[in-house]
């Protein structure tokens, strides 16, 4: 009998590398999607993956506790992962209380269909290091400190504390991986690390003279996604649920992940980068670095995939993003 698998997200960057990873173990796998105006487009990581015929997709919202019954009910997964949020930091300062509803209700939302209608499931919610914020500690571990500097930040935290409460007062097998920075040539053109390989890929191509950024002296622990989803896998098939901070244990600025970037294409950092004051937010998390011993001496876990790597990687994408655009048109 397959397992069946139900992940909300998972036309995001992490659904899309869980649900590989899961159809790849022989999982029966169903993803929760929100309707919108973006049809034929929405499931393009899924299409890039080479997947998207072998989902199944639910129409669904984690603000719809209505819609999250029905697809628990019809579905009765044996594993649920929580990847759906309103994600980028940035735009949580113009859209606090949408961030708080998806990113914080939402999962309480998913939660207690869990609970009523799916109790012995196994499930994951997708918690981040943004909820350290300002940092407590040199390294940030399991037992560090919470101080969320962004409303997507706070809103993390409230799903978090509800998963682990959740896990106390009724029992469930619910697990919260604490994930730092993770990208991919999947991630979103408005991250960092997307934008910029994205704009290096343009500058080279002649298409861009400039890429312009805000505080390039922040530091973050970057990993690349398609590692970070088998931490989730393998939370869920540990005995006991418990939470684990996944993480490279490498710290890093934004400069040097820029320079990855440009040296890969052969191109001169200086001649190029441009900072702008408006891209600084209004609270910045000036430093992440994660400690993943925990993970590791639990169930082996650790990062695979360098950041150099992961770097030269999404840039080698954008370029054939790019070329094949331009011979397109």
Same mark, same amino acid.
């Given at each position: ?19 590989? *990873? ?14 919108? %105006? ?6 393009? &990581? !899924?299409?890039?993956? /080479? ?13 719809? *506790?209505?819609? !999250? ?22 735009? %949580? ?6 961030? /708080? ?5 939402? @999962? ?8 009523? !209608? ?7 919610? @997708?918690? %981040? ?5 300002? +940092? ?8 560090? $400190? ?15 504390? =509800? ?10 097998? @619910? %697990? ?9 040539? !999947? ?6 690390? &997307? ?7 343009? +500058?080279? *191509? ?9 505080? +390039? ?7 690349? @996604? ?5 931490? =989730?896998? +393998? ?19 934004? &400069?040097? =992940? ?7 294409? /052969? ?14 937010? $209004? ?16 169930? /082996? ?12 990687? =999404? ?15």
């Amino acid at each position: 009998m397959k397992k069946r698998a139900l992940i909300t997200g998972i036309t995001g960057q992490d659904g899309a590398y869980l649900a590989k *990873l899961l159809l790849d173990k022989g999982y029966d796998v169903h993803g929760v999607v929100r309707r919108s %105006s973006h049809a034929g487009v929405f499931d393009h &990581r !899924l299409k890039w993956l /080479g997947v998207s015929n072998d989902v199944t997709l639910h129409d669904g919202n984690l603000l719809d *506790l209505s819609s !999250l019954a029905r697809i628990v009910q019809d579905v009765q997964p044996d594993e649920v992962y929580n990847l759906a949020a309103q994600s980028f930091v940035t735009a %949580s300062w113009q859209q606090p209380v949408l961030t /708080g509803h998806i990113t914080g209700l939402g @999962a309480v939302n998913l939660l207690e269909c869990v609970r009523t !209608l799916r109790p012995q499931a196994r499930y994951y919610q @997708a918690s %981040s290091s943004e909820m350290f914020g300002l +940092i407590q500690e040199t390294v940030q571990s399991e037992s560090t $400190p919470f101080y969320p500097r962004s409303p997507y930040g706070v809103a993390k935290l409230y799903a978090h504390w =509800m998963t682990i409460n959740y896990r106390e007062s009724f029992g469930l097998h @619910a %697990s919260n991986g604490i994930l730092f920075n993770h990208e991919s040539p !999947l991630r979103g053109v408005e991250f960092v690390t &997307r934008k910029v390989t994205d704009g290096v890929a343009r +500058i080279k *191509l002649g298409l861009a003279k400039e890429l312009r950024l805000g505080n +390039i002296d922040a530091k973050r622990d970057w990993g690349h @996604a398609r590692d970070y989803v088998k931490a =989730m896998w +393998i939370m869920l098939q540990q005995d006991a649920p418990d939470d684990y901070v996944v993480a490279t244990g490498r710290t890093t600025t934004v &400069r040097s =992940m820029c320079e990855i970037a440009f040296q890969h294409v /052969g191109l001169n950092i200086d001649e190029h980068l441009v900072i702008d004051p408006e891209l600084f937010r $209004p609270a910045e998390v000036d430093v992440l670095l994660g400690d993943p011993s925990k993970a590791k001496s639990a169930f /082996g876990w650790e990062a695979e995939t360098t950041l150099e790597a992961m770097i030269q990687e =999404m840039v080698e994408a954008d370029l054939a993003r790019l070329r094949d655009t331009k011979a397109a048109g």
